[in-house]
C-alpha cells in the first residue's frame, strides 16, 4: 500500500473563465514515491537539510528563537565536512543580510534564516537585497515582535515587512518547510526573477514540531536546483559597480523594474512547481482550496493555521454547513486570480490575520484580499479574525466560531464586526 | 618595504570625472589605495558616503574595478560576504582570479553606525582590508559630528557657541579598537603622505587576514579650508603630531615618521575655519587642554612605538 501523505480529501474548483493554474492537485489521489526516505523532522531541521542539499555557496547566520536550530543544524554540517559551505557566524542579523548581499551580487547561491526582532534588525537591508536584485532565500521563523517580548508564532514580524520587494512563501507544515526550500533557491535565481525569496514557518509551531518527512536524494536535489547562473557579479574581467545613487531622473524605472521583476515570480513559481511535481510525486499551487466548490463561506488563512482551518471546515460540514477553507502558499506576489477564482461563488469570508496593522481598517492578509475581491466587483462579506498573535492557541472550535459568524453573514447580508480579536479577555 | 611612486600601476581604478569636491581627501585617499593593489584585481565594498555618492551617479560610475555598495553601517559586513564567496568559488575552481577585498567607509561609517559590522568582520578574521577616510565629521550629510571629530571642532551639530567651544571629548582610537581584535595589521596614514600611506595599504593587502589602515583626509568644506591646502594640512597635522604615522605589525608598534621639533599645533589650526573660535584670546584655555591633549597622545604612541620621551 503506498503512504498517502495528505489525509484530507481536496476539491478542485470549478474551472473559471480565464483559468489560471491553481490547485493543481488533488490530495485524495496523492501517493508517494516508495524510494523516498521518510524521516522525523522538525520544521527547522528540514529546512536545514534542504539548504544542505541545495548545495548554497555561502551561509551568513545569526542565532535567534525560533530559528536556531536551522543555523544549528548547518554548523554541525560544517563541523562534519556534510558540506561545502562557507559558514560566516555574523554578529547581528543585519551584517548576516548584508552578508547576504556581499556574496550573492559575486554570483554564488546564498541561504540566510532569522525570525522577528532579527527580521526587523535586517529590514533597511531587505530592501537593499531586493533592489540590488539579490536571490538570496531566507527562512522565516515567524516570531512576534516586541514590546513585549515574546519567542512565540505569530506573523507580525514578516508583515511589517512585506513591503521589501522579496518573494514571500507561507508554509503549513514540516514537508511544505522542506520543499519549498528547495524550490525557492529555483524561483529566486530565475533570470526574470532574480529577487530573494523568504519562505516563512510558524515560529514552534513548525520550526520545533516533529513530522514525517520524505527527504529526496542529495544528488536530485542537486539537479533539480542546479548551480546558479548569475549574469551580472562583482567580476574583475568585467567590472561593475552595484549599488548606485539613482536620482530622480532614474529611481522610478529601476523601481518599475522591480515590480516587474516580483510579478515575473508568479509564471516563475508555476513552472517550478511543475518541475519539482514531476520530479517528487508532491504538486503543490500558490492557493489551496479545501471544500470551497459549494460553499457559502470559507476561511482564509497562511501558514500552519490551515490544517486547523480543515478540522473545522471537516466539523461544519458534518453538521450540514456549506463552508470551506483557503490556504496562500505565495503572498508576494500576491497570486490574484487564482485568489479570485478560489473565493469564486463564496457569500461571505473570514480573513485569518496573525499580524496587527495598528490603526488601519483591516489587518494585512485581510486587507488585500478585500482590496482584490473589491476591484472585482464581488460583493462577498468579509470580515477580519485577529489569531494566534504572540503564540496564542488557534483552535478548531474559535475556526468553526468564526466560519458560523461568517455563514450568518452570508445569510443576513450583515456583518456583525468587521474585525474580531478572538478569544481576548477584556 | 617602501613602495616607490614609480613602481604604482598606471591604471585608473578610480577615473577621473567623479563629483567629488576640488581638494577632496577622501578623493585622494580612494585613488591612491587602488594604486596599491599588488598583482591582484581589488573589489571594493565601499559604505554609504561622501566617496560612495560622488562617484556612482547612475547612469554613470567612476569604478573601473568591481565595486559594491549597499548601506551606511554594513561596508565590513558585505565584504565578509565577498570574502566569502571568493573562497568558496576558488575552492570549487568556479574562478580562477584571486581577489583582494577593500572595505571603504568614511569616519562615521566606520567610527560610529558601523563600528559593529566592523568589529565582527575583524573578529571573525576575514581576509580584507578596512580603510577608513577620516575627514572628521559626516561631511555627506552636511558637517555633523562624528565620533571621530576632534576636540574643539565646530560642527553643524557641535557649533562653537558662547557657552561650548566646539565638540567636546578627544576622538575614539580606532588603531587600538581594531587592535583589540588582535589584527596582524593596522596603521595610520594620510594623503600628505602618499608613499607612506601607499606602503601600508599594500603591506595590509598581503597581510593573510583582516588589516586596518586610518588614513587622515582633509576636507576642504568641513574644515572651513582652502581647496588648496589639502596636502598642506595632511602634512602638519604630522608635524605638529596631532596624527602621530604608525603601523602595528603583528603587535609590534613602529613609529613611521619621527617629529623632532613638532611645529605649533596652531599652524595647522588657523588655516581651518572649524577651529576659528579656537584662535580667539578668550578660547585661549580650550586651545591649550586640546595642546595638552595632543601632547599626551604624541608621548603615549611614542612609549607604545619603544621610543620612550621624545
Known amino acids: ?426 | 618595504m617602501v613602495v616607490s611612486l614609480k613602481e604604482l600601476t598606471l591604471e585608473e581604478g578610480f577615473a577621473p570625472g567623479h563629483r567629488l569636491c576640488p581638494g577632496c581627501g577622501p578623493a585622494m585617499a580612494t585613488r591612491m589605495a587602488l594604486k596599491a593593489e599588488r598583482g591582484r584585481p581589488i573589489i571594493v565594498s565601499n559604505a554609504t558616503g561622501c566617496v560612495e555618492v560622488s562617484s556612482t551617479l547612475f547612469p554613470y560610475t567612476a569604478w573601473r574595478i568591481p565595486y559594491v555598495h549597499s548601506l551606511f553601517e554594513n561596508a565590513a559586513a558585505t565584504a565578509s560576504g565577498v570574502e566569502a564567496a571568493y573562497k568558496w568559488m576558488l575552492r570549487n575552481k568556479e574562478t580562477d582570479q584571486p581577489v583582494d577585498v577593500i572595505a571603504l567607509g568614511g569616519d562615521g561609517g566606520t567610527f560610529d553606525i558601523g563600528l559593529q559590522a566592523l568589529s565582527g568582520a575583524l573578529e571573525r578574521r576575514h581576509d580584507f582590508l578596512y580603510i577608513c577616510y577620516d575627514n572628521e565629521a559626516y561631511m555627506n550629510t552636511g558637517i555633523q559630528r562624528s565620533g571621530a571629530t576632534p576636540r574643539g571642532a565646530s560642527t553643524t551639530t557641535s557649533p562653537a557657541g558662547t557657552v561650548i567651544p566646539g565638540k567636546r571629548g578627544p576622538k575614539k582610537d580606532l588603531i587600538a579598537i581594531a587592535m583589540g581584535h588582535h589584527i596582524d595589521y593596522a596603521a595610520t596614514a594620510t594623503v600628505g603622505f602618499p608613499n607612506d600611506y601607499i606602503t601600508k595599504v599594500r603591506k595590509a593587502l598581503e597581510v593573510d587576514g583582516p588589516a586596518v589602515v586610518h588614513v587622515l583626509a582633509p576636507c576642504p568644506l568641513g574644515w572651513r579650508a582652502n581647496p588648496r591646502d589639502t596636502v598642506r594640512l595632511a602634512k602638519l597635522a604630522v608635524q605638529t603630531t596631532i596624527w602621530p604615522l604608525y603601523e602595528v605589525e603583528k603587535g609590534e608598534y613602529k613609529l613611521n615618521m619621527k617629529i623632532a621639533q613638532p611645529a605649533p599645533i596652531e599652524e595647522y589650526m588657523k588655516l581651518q575655519g572649524r577651529f576659528g573660535h579656537l584662535m580667539n584670546p578668550n578660547r585661549k584655555d580650550e586651545l591649550e587642554a586640546i595642546r595638552q591633549d595632543v601632547q599626551a597622545n604624541w608621548q603615549r604612541i611614542l612609549r607604545l612605538c619603544g621610543q620612550g620621551q621624545a
Open chain 1, 1 to 426: 500500500m503506498p503512504i498517502t501523505v495528505v489525509r484530507r480529501e481536496f476539491y478542485t474548483p470549478k474551472a473559471p473563465p480565464f483559468a489560471p493554474k491553481m490547485m493543481p492537485y488533488k490530495g485524495e489521489g496523492m501517493t508517494v514515491d516508495q524510494s523516498q526516505e521518510v524521516v522525523g523532522n522538525t520544521g527547522d531541521e528540514a529546512i536545514a537539510l534542504a539548504a544542505k542539499q541545495s548545495r548554497v555557496a555561502v551561509v551568513p547566520a545569526y542565532p535567534i528563537t525560533p530559528q536556531t536550530i536551522i543555523v544549528e543544524r548547518f554548523s554541525e554540517y560544517i563541523a562534519n565536512g556534510e558540506v561545502d559551505t562557507e559558514f560566516i557566524c555574523v554578529e547581528s542579523e543585519h551584517s548576516a543580510l548584508s552578508a547576504c548581499i556581499g556574496s550573492s551580487v559575486c554570483g554564488v547561491r546564498v541561504f540566510t534564516a532569522t525570525a522577528s526582532q532579527g527580521l526587523a534588525l535586517m529590514h533597511e537591508a531587505l530592501f537593499a537585497a531586493s533592489g540590488l536584485r539579490c536571490p538570496i532565500v531566507m527562512a522565516v521563523a515567524n516570531r512576534a515582535l516586541s514590546a513585549p517580548i515574546n519567542i512565540h508564532g505569530d506573523h507580525s514580524d514578516m508583515m511589517a515587512s512585506r513591503d521589501c520587494g522579496w518573494v514571500q512563501i507561507f508554509v503549513e507544515n514540516v514537508q511544505e518547510a522542506y520543499d519549498w526550500t528547495i524550490m525557492a533557491f529555483k524561483i529566486a535565481e530565475d533570470a526574470n526573477v532574480e529577487l530573494p525569496v523568504t519562505v516563512n514557518i510558524d515560529g514552534f509551531t513548525l520550526t520545533h514540531c516533529m513530522m514525517d518527512l520524505q527527504v529526496l536524494k542529495d544528488e536530485e536535489v542537486a539537479k533539480f536546483v542546479g548551480t546558479r547562473k548569475a549574469e551580472l557579479k562583482l567580476d574583475p574581467r568585467k567590472p561593475i559597480s552595484y549599488g548606485s545613487l539613482a536620482l530622480p531622473e532614474y529611481y522610478l524605472e529601476i523601481k518599475r523594474q522591480q515590480v516587474e521583476a516580483l510579478e515575473n515570480a508568479h509564471p516563475a513559481t508555476e513552472k517550478v512547481l511543475d518541475e519539482y511535481a514531476s520530479m517528487t510525486g508532491r504538486r503543490y499551487g500558490l492557493v489551496e482550496t479545501y471544500a470551497t466548490e459549494d460553499a457559502e463561506a470559507a476561511i482564509l488563512c497562511l501558514g500552519s493555521a490551515a490544517g486547523t482551518a480543515r478540522e473545522a471546515v471537516d466539523r461544519l460540514r458534518q453538521q450540514g454547513k456549506k463552508v470551506g477553507s483557503i490556504k496562500l502558499w505565495l503572498y508576494r506576489p500576491l497570486p490574484v486570480e487564482e485568489l479570485l477564482c478560489a473565493t469564486e461563488g463564496l457569500k461571505s469570508l473570514v480573513v485569518l490575520d496573525r499580524s496587527i496593522s495598528f490603526g488601519a481598517p483591516f489587518n494585512p492578509v485581510c486587507s488585500d484580499v478585500t482590496v482584490v475581491l473589491h476591484q472585482a466587483g464581488r460583493d462577498t462579506k468579509v470580515m477580519n479574525a485577529v489569531m494566534g498573535i504572540g503564540g496564542r492557541d488557534i483552535s478548531v472550535q474559535d475556526l468553526a466560531g468564526e466560519l458560523d459568524k461568517a455563514l450568518e453573514a452570508a445569510r443576513t447580508g450583515e456583518v456583525q464586526a468587521p474585525v474580531t480579536y478572538v478569544g481576548v479577555r477584556e
